[in-house]
């Protein structure tokens, strides 16, 4: 698969899963987007970014700490009613994150559809 733009697989995502809550593609250094859509006014995709990204440094620290062997494919946050995504490029540079309302999307098709868009990614 070709690689696209952030801005490109925020656009497919967000074709493919019109309800999400928020999209983003994340560089996990500096917990910038790259690009990023909210469907809500009052959820702030950048401020959820930087959050999210101390959540998968914390996770690469712990890894490394018990010399794990292993890389970070994707973390999963269920909330009340929502589930967050974070999908990891390989080498832990970049991440999607994702929200959905778990009434409208399942867990298999969000990660379906991050999945597809994963060659942002490389």
Do not use: C
Not at 25 to 42: I, K, Q, R
Not at 95 to 104: K, P
């Amino acid at each position: 698969m070709a690689n696209i733009t952030p801005q490109q697989a925020v656009q497919n995502i967000l074709k493919e899963l019109p309800s999400l809550v928020a999209v983003a593609v994340v560089e996990t250094e500096t917990g910038m987007p790259l690009a990023h859509h909210s469907n809500l006014a009052t959820f702030d995709a950048e401020t959820a970014a930087a959050y999210n990204t101390e959540v998968i440094k914390q996770k690469l620290k712990a890894i490394q700490a018990l010399k794990l062997n292993q890389t970070v494919q994707d973390i999963l946050l269920t909330l009340t009613d929502q589930l967050h995504l974070l999908k990891l490029s390989a080498d832990g540079g970049k991440f999607i994150y994702l929200a959905v309302n778990s009434a409208d999307t399942n867990l298999a098709m969000a990660r379906q559809v991050l999945k597809g868009q994963a060659s942002v990614l490389n």
